[in-house]
């Protein structure tokens, strides 16, 4: 039997090594040769950059660390790969392919979001016109939650329950003086507003809840928010507000480009979308009488392994699982979709679904799960996420420390 | 016998609850009558706004779920009393003991800070002075570890392990990608440094470390700062760096103050030290072909309650304990320190230090602590703080989300 290769892109989450814990696993048991792990995803793989996983991952301990180890095991990319209709790309392809015949694989797996999954299905469909025997799979990992044909995205639900547990910590810090203060947390998710909208996960019996939420799917207006900030600080001194970095206004300028100061970016040279929240802070102190505080949970919110979701965790593994046997099964240009089977008990499965109809789309917050006031989330939402964040897998704590596994 | 009373003052931490916990328990298996909490410390007993906590804390899950509980469970204040020795003064400490008389209290303990150790030392001293059998007890809290006269202060050990834990991630997740990366994280301590300190704590076998760590305790210059990042990254490309809120230029401003947009504060009006690594990460940005991100702990290092030291939230329980242990056996004016006993194994007491030679006063790091090139942290500071974030208290969680107590 061929061998297998697997590889990560995207951004890191705290849960995609579980999944690569899973694709390597189910290969090994299913009796791939070898298993191949591609560093720096496709971007690696085209600079030959590919290692023996079995020569890292040795016993059962490795794998129970790399499970609970955030980031990318193998490092990660943004590459793009070019049109495979392309005239100029047939270099590429054609290297790809002898290489993956090099390596003597059968399949072939990325664990990505939906610009990985654009990979896959370009790899997949010049694979086909090329009559190549490999199986291309695609593994889904975000924690944006915005791919679609999926009930949510390995990712999501770790990244929602630790926004759940900081907004209760924050809320619990923001309420202690008993003074007017206003604490904007700024929380990820570009365009997609469900990271922003886990912090109404906060509320419960034991906690008062955040008090208003700003979604990217609700345009945005300065005046607006004031007004909002002013009416809740009459009936409440100490207001939490969660807002997403991807909130815009009317015009379409994200409200972070209206701070002068120089932008950071991310490691491609995108625009990071930081300081929303701190851009608001200001303006809300020029505007009422009120101290005030903005908190960016930043990368924190992707990678803390310490404190994930076992229900994502243990889907992060069995996508991985599944993407295997589809493979070792004959499928190729799929993509692993988790399908929700029931909420109370929850309980889920996996399901195929071609990967063009996947790549590239964006999934948003449906608006009828926004309250009418567009501050709130609708109980729609609170059963949607909050089976996804239950339960926890405590991380393997060597000197007061979780351990990690890296290359 | 009579009652007892207590108050938390300053900045929260996410033990400062169990030292409550500590008092509370004490004093009622002491045979205290009453345990009364003031509302946002000597603040809110001024306006006469005191509970009786066995109307809050009725049972075992109670007190356990209070250890757990971050934030200041009777609310907090900053409030400083006037000199006993001003005559102007004399109406608020008449007050202050009419209104202890008319309670019946014997017992008065206070959790806090520096700031707050200043009220327990006028109390006690005007006490002395009308002859009152009151007994005023300190009972330490500070996540910035700067009280003199005790090993080190309830509320570090659980941050600095917050900070341990998180820069690992945060290393993780910085080198994913292979390219040019300048991270930079702003950790609190105002003028001392032993909680960015504590990012030392995340190398290991499994973690190459921090690669820069800039504390208040030495000098800050921009152009230094610039000729370090270019050389480490000569050697590396993603680099992490921890920095002090309160690193300082040699004429004295604040690095945070270089930027020039607004100045947050916080929620009494002090000059909010925010803003450092955002300032530095832009300069780097100008200066070297990197990209890079800035990353503010803020809060979430004082108030992480879902990951505490076990060690530290132990010992905040019993400086609580040995608080109430001290009034009633008679003594008043008194600071609860904590003694090392030794390292390996850990071991820890109590002592009861004069509470004048602690009002006020600051501890910063030892220079000898800091490598000569002032980039780490030598073995002795890990030796220092490595027991402190030993263990841990796991949270109760109740549907995926660590259980609160609240007023």
Known sequence: MGNAIVGQSG????????????????????????VYGMLNGIQGFLEKRVIDLSLYLKNSLDIESLKRTPSSFLGSCRYKLPDPEDPESKDTYEFIFQYLKELDIEYFFYIGGNDSMDSIAKLSNYGKKVNSHIRFIGVPKTIDNDLVKTDHTPGYGSAAKYIAVTMKEIIRDATVYGTNYVTIVEIMGRNAGWLTAAAALAEGPDCEGVDMICLPEIPFTCEGFIEKVKKLQSQKKSIVIAVSEGVKLPDGRYVCELNDDGHEEDAFGHKALTGTA???ANLVRKNLPTKTRSIELSILQRCAGHMTSRTDITEAYQVGGAAVKAAFEGMTGKFVSIKRISDAPYQSTTELVDINEVANLEKKIPLDWITPDHMRMEKAFLEYATPLIQAELTPIFVAGRPWHIKL
């Open 278 to 280: 701190r851009y608001l």
């Open 11 to 34: 951004g890191p989450t705290s849960v995609i090594n579980s999944s690569l814990a899973g694709v390597y696993e189910s290969a090994i048991e299913r009796g791939a040769g070898k």
